[in-house]
């Protein structure tokens, strides 16, 4: 027989080699890769067994009733998971540690719990009276949720195969480990094996698992890329330690819309909900200041007011900084390029600062004029006006570019009581919900018409 192929797989991204090495190839981390049985490599020449059951095949056309939802009472976990929890489906939430994901989750089962369905809480990190501590903080302990403390897969599947639960929190994957797999808890072997031995468990007893998974130090989660494929969802819990919201974003799912934002907001007794989040990003914003500009965003479906800060100072290094807390620094760089290559603005021995208030994590591309007039507001000492909003995408050639959802957008501030916007001309607007809309052609006006500058 030939000898099975020595393979090592780095702990940290997921990435096979055939030979030991000390730096990752795929993530350049240091001293992960490591030895593992390899998988097996399945039937050989043909199938044994005989002939398996002819599939039955439909059409395109054949309707179908769209899968049964179960609501939390939760608006914002049951906005994300696309309108509440389907059965049978396998949910990944990964987040940083001390983010709030237990209590997140413990709130979300006690929610469940009370809506009727059987619901186990399985931890592999903390002990039950640590569990049960929590609860009584966030006054959960009269909530029908079934909780045990177990690493072993293969207890836990016995458990969950006679109990017949219908919705399963396992806290979290990493700590789980599978006694047919040579490897230690959290190794990429065995978080593939146990997250697929769940996600088959939900399939074929119609029970909606939900899977707490690690992050690394560039924010995604621990272990191989399959483990994402393999679930239905996959939810990530944002926040900074400094702020007291928590994003819960949605950024694959089967049963709804990706890219959907739940707000929420951490205090002494839990996560309270946001139902506005739009006005709690605005609530610590004064008096307008030079370098302040209100960004109208989408996240999912949501329009969303999020304020973005820009600091512009002179700096004493030969090399400016470039500093961004919430948007992309790579993005910030091109806006400082074309507004100095388009508008003849310069920014050398210049530092540039970029803040987005409350914690948020903007990646619209409509965005970027929004930052570019911050940078502006704050280079010219120069305040825009205080019931202004501003959205719009900056191409390389220096033109504005329309975005989606305009209505939504102004529909939005308008709520909020902002009765201007600045936008990319050439958008199909039907309704201004009384909003004086300035349609701008290319930074160039922008620069020019708002701030006088160049």
Known sequence: MAKPQISYTCQNCGAHSTKWAGQCDGCGEWNTLQEEAPLSSGPGKALKGG????????????????????ASGMDELDRVLGGGLVPASAILVGGDPGIGKSTLLLQAAAKFAHAGLKTFYISGEEASAQVRLRAARLGLTDAPVQLATETSLRDIMTTLDEERPDLVIIDSVQTMWSDNVDSAPGSVSQVRATAQELTTFAKRRGAAVILVGHVTKEGQIAGPRVVEHMVDTVLYFEGERGHQFRILRSVKNRFGPADEIGVFEMTGGGLAEVLNP???????????????????????????????????????????????????????????AVLESRCGIPFAGLDVYLNVAGGLKVSEPAADLAVAAAILSAREDVAVPAECVVFGEISLSGALRPVGQTENRLKEAAKLGFSSAIAPAGGKIRGRDGMSLREMPDLTAVVGEVFGAG
């Open 278 to 336: 739009s006005a709690l990003f605005l609530s610590e914003r004064g008096e307008p200041a030079p370098g302040s500009v209100v960004f109208a965003g989408i996240e999912g479906t949501r329009p969303v007011l999020v304020e973005f800060q820009a600091l512009v100072a002179p700096t004493p290094h030969s090399q400016p900084r470039r500093t961004v807390v919430g948007w992309d620094g790579g993005r910030l760089a091109m806006i400082l």
């Open 51 to 70: 002939r398996g059951r002819k599939l039955a095949l439909t059409d395109l056309s054949a309707k179908e009733a769209p899968p049964p939802r179960t």
